[in-house]
């Protein structure tokens, strides 16, 4: 049997008038019986890198029994001109988070995935200590199970303190080898004890990550890249997905 939270996480590919442009990573997410695809806001629009996307495309698999059956679902980033993508912002600015609602009426027959709801967000009382042990869930540079189509995991910690907005921003730092593609892949923790109220995903998610981080006084040639990255707190998710 497939462990559930690999059916969580999906394959995203951006395409500019029907050109494939980027890989990158997604997950679902449901609130009230509506269902979202979470991903990074520059996945679908980034102008310092003048990445202008005109429609995504995510894979789902529609044979509990075959994984190798999957099938593509086309979805347009604009309607009558307009951005169908949610982003928020805060005191700091934009929130490197994007979020679009999928009509289920229109998904393949038989698709076959599971969603985060708000169950699985940490309650704001519950503190987590700098080195705790995390998941990052994606497709670096586009690599996954080809066969099955199926994200890997990426071992992570926190590394800076958690619920603490990290110079001021919303997000806080995870300490772990990240590569393009990652983008919009949860940031998930193990519950030991699960309760009901999570389902089939025994995970909390904690963030969604966005980018590595560097420093501009780095030395390419003496200085190893720091192996940090941005992860942007997950509670956003409940204004992006509000009525």
């Keep these: 049997m497939i462990e559930s939270i690999l059916l969580s996480t999906l394959r995203v590919t951006t395409f500019g008038a029907d050109a494939p442009l980027t890989n990158a990573s997604g997950f679902l997410f449901e609130r009230n019986d509506r269902l979202f695809l979470v991903t990074s806001r520059h996945v679908v629009f980034d102008e310092p890198t003048k990445h202008y996307p005109d429609r995504i495309e995510i894979e789902l698999h529609t044979d509990p029994d075959n994984l190798a059956r999957t099938s593509g679902f086309s979805i347009p980033l604009y309607r009558e001109r307009k951005s169908v993508w949610r982003q928020g912002k805060d005191s700091a600015g934009a929130i490197d988070v994007a979020v679009i609602e999928i009509d289920r009426a229109a998904l393949p027959p038989n698709a076959t995935f599971h969603c985060f709801t708000p169950a699985h967000l940490l309650d704001m009382q519950e503190t987590l200590e700098i080195g705790t042990s995390l998941l990052i869930l994606g497709f670096p540079l586009g690599f996954h199970d080809a066969l099955h189509r199926i994200p890997v995991g990426r071992h992570a910690i926190i590394s800076s303190s958690f619920g603490l ?14 590569h393009r593609g990652s983008s919009g892949a949860p940031v998930i923790m193990r519950v030991d004890r699960p309760d009901a109220a999570l389902g089939e995903l025994p995970w909390k998610l904690l963030g969604i990550h966005s980018s590595r981080v560097d420093i501009k006084t780095r030395e390419a040639d003496t200085d190893e890249a720091l192996g940090l990255n941005t992860a942007w707190y997950a509670d956003i998710l409940m204004t992006l997905t509000e009525s």
């Design 165 to 178: 907005r990290f110079q001021g921003e919303g997000y806080f730092l995870t300490d772990a080898r990240t």
